[in-house]
Structures are given as structure tokens and as C-alpha cells.
């Protein structure tokens, strides 16, 4: 089955820089990538989302990029402010129908420093 | 109104007992699932399921049993509780199987004393 691996665990970075969490997956067949946020205590949502056949995809602070070659995405953060803080998850899915599920990568704690 | 509802918000209970979470889902999506996220945060699917198919995760143990009346409800039973058992279960939908974002409830906290 699909193995999807996330880095780094946990991530610190000052209010304003930039943050960049790192995915792998091992199915080339998986074609779709979402990123889920998890706020202490509350459920995770879905931030965004790419499938292979789009390179790069961005929504205003948020872009994430796919290397469907080297089987690895990335989240990108910009202009980080405090309400980012959270755990991130990475997902992977190659289900083009019925009840496949989402494997998880195991997420990383996005710490933002005032 | 709430997308996925599950309930009870948190369970606690005894070992050897038996338990279950009800989820609903008012999204009109075809496939529900249920998580577990344990202690270390790490989200893994123990069942998905359509009005085609059953998926099970090979190492869900057979204690845990989904059963779904209708394809708005799909309920966790948990037979012979276990310590190992305690963690936050999710349930989720989506609009057609894993391709499509999924739709959370807000999480049910098992506590197993």
C-alpha cells in the first residue's frame, strides 16, 4: 500500500519568515495531494490541494508544489502569522473511484515565534 | 448546520466493554470513513465505505465493526475494549472516494480505563 513520509516533526520559524514542510510518497500511481491543518483540539481541515497533473498550485499565503518524478510535494507558507500554528498533514490518494481513503503522512507541529 | 456530526464528543469506559460512536454526514457524499489519531497525532483509516464497498485496514483489529443503515450514517462498534483502544476517533466523508477532499467531524475522544 501507499506510505507517505512528512519532515520535518516539528517546525519553528519567527512570525513573518517562511515555512516549508516536505512529503514523500512511494505509490507512483498516487495522483492526488491534499494538506490538512489541525488546531489543538478541533478537527483537520483541508488548506489545499493538487493533483498530478498540475505542477504548482497556490491559494494567497499558500502554495504547494508537486515533483510527481521524484514522488516528493511541499507546502509552502509565506508571510507565516500566529493563527498558522497547527499540525499539518500531507495525504496521498490514488483512488479513482470507490472507497479508497487518504494515507496520511504523520504530520508536522508548525510553531510560530512572536 | 454541521457537515459530519459525530457523537459523543468524548467516551470514557471501561476495559472489556462495548461501545459505539455514531456519524452522520447531512453532505450527500457517497463514501464515509472512520480515523483513529492516536497519542502521537498520526491519523490512520481504519474503514472506508460506499454503497459498493467495505475497505478495512488489515491491521484494524475484527473488535472494531462499521455498520452503516444508510449512506448519510456510518457508526464504529467496538466490541472487548482495550486500553490500546484510547484515542480520538474521526469520522469523515467525501463526494466520490479518495480522489476528493475529506469532510471531518469534530472527533470523538475514547478514553479506556
Known amino acids: 500500500g501507499e506510505n507517505v513520509e512528512q519532515h520535518p516533526s516539528t517546525l519553528s520559524v519567527q512570525e513573518g519568515d517562511s515555512a516549508v514542510i516536505k512529503c514523500t510518497y512511494s505509490d507512483s500511481a498516487s495522483n492526488y495531494f491534499p494538506w490538512y491543518k489541525q488546531e489543538l483540539g478541533k478537527r483537520p481541515q483541508l488548506i489545499i490541494d493538487?493533483?498530478?497533473?498540475?505542477g504548482e498550485k497556490k491559494d494567497q499565503r499558500i502554495a504547494v508544489t508537486l515533483n510527481k518524478t521524484a514522488k516528493h510535494f511541499s507546502l509552502h507558507i509565506t508571510e507565516t502569522q500566529p493563527e498558522d500554528s497547527a499540525v499539518y498533514f500531507c495525504a496521498a490518494s490514488k483512488s479513482g473511484g470507490g472507497a479508497d481513503g487518504l494515507t496520511f503522512g504523520k504530520g508536522t507541529h508548525l510553531i510560530i515565534q512572536p | 448546520d454541521t457537515a459530519v456530526s459525530q457523537t459523543p464528543k468524548y467516551l470514557v469506559t471501561q476495559m472489556g466493554n462495548d461501545k459505539s460512536i455514531k456519524c452522520e454526514q447531512n453532505?450527500?457524499?457517497?463514501?464515509m470513513y472512520w480515523y483513529k489519531q492516536d497519542s502521537k497525532k498520526f491519523l490512520k483509516i481504519m474503514f472506508s465505505?460506499?454503497?459498493?464497498?467495505?475497505?478495512i485496514n488489515e491491521t484494524v483489529p475484527n473488535r472494531f465493526s462499521p455498520k452503516s443503515p444508510d449512506k448519510a450514517h456510518l457508526n464504529l462498534h467496538i466490541n472487548s475494549l482495550e486500553l490500546g483502544d484510547s484515542a480520538v476517533y474521526f469520522c469523515?466523508?467525501?463526494?466520490?472516494?479518495?480522489?476528493?477532499?475529506?469532510?471531518f467531524g469534530n472527533g470523538t475522544r475514547l478514553t479506556v480505563t
Open positions: 493538487i493533483r498530478s497533473n498540475v
Open positions: 453532505l450527500g457524499h457517497d463514501t
Open positions: 465505505y460506499n454503497n459498493k464497498e467495505l475497505i
Open positions: 469523515a466523508s467525501s463526494q466520490e472516494g479518495g480522489q476528493t477532499p475529506l469532510h
